[in-house]
């Protein structure tokens, strides 16, 4: 099982990015896929999720209404859009796939059983 995300970059204020998670030898539609980000000196925060069989999505209240995660399943990919990036938004963001969660998903890294490498966004004028 792999997860690779992309998509990241340097955006000014107010910009937008989606990144991509893209899953490879496994199904990721039979897992929830977690999108979580680090900052520098911060911990890992989980951000968004998006859970395996009703596609139940779930966000940190922080960014609710600027992000959205979504799923194509026929292409095994997951995104997460983010809309009106702000500098607190830079972070390196991470993929993750968890089992067994079929109409909810978890905010916590714990729950997650494999990872992407991660993808920088930048948020600077």
């Known amino acids: 099982a792999r997860l690779v995300e992309s998509g990241g970059a340097l955006v000014q204020p107010g910009g937008s990015l989606r990144l991509s998670c893209a899953a490879s030898?496994?199904?990721?539609?039979?897992?929830?896929i977690g999108w979580f980000r680090q900052a520098p000196g911060k911990e890992r925060e989980g951000i968004a999720c998006?859970?395996?069989?009703?596609?139940?999505?779930r966000y940190l209240d922080s960014v609710k209404g600027r992000f959205t995660i979504s799923r194509d399943k026929p292409k095994n990919m997951v995104y997460l859009q983010i809309d009106a990036l702000k500098a607190e938004d830079t972070a390196t963001y991470y993929c993750?796939?968890?089992?067994?969660?079929?109409?909810?998903?978890?905010?916590?890294?714990?729950?997650?059983?494999?990872w992407g490498q991660g993808t920088q966004v930048t948020v600077s004028s």
């Open positions: 993750a796939g968890g089992g067994g969660f079929r109409d909810w998903c978890p905010m916590v890294s714990r729950e997650y059983d494999f």
């Open positions: 998006i859970s395996s069989t009703v596609d139940k999505t």
């Open positions: 030898g496994f199904d990721a539609g039979i897992y929830a």
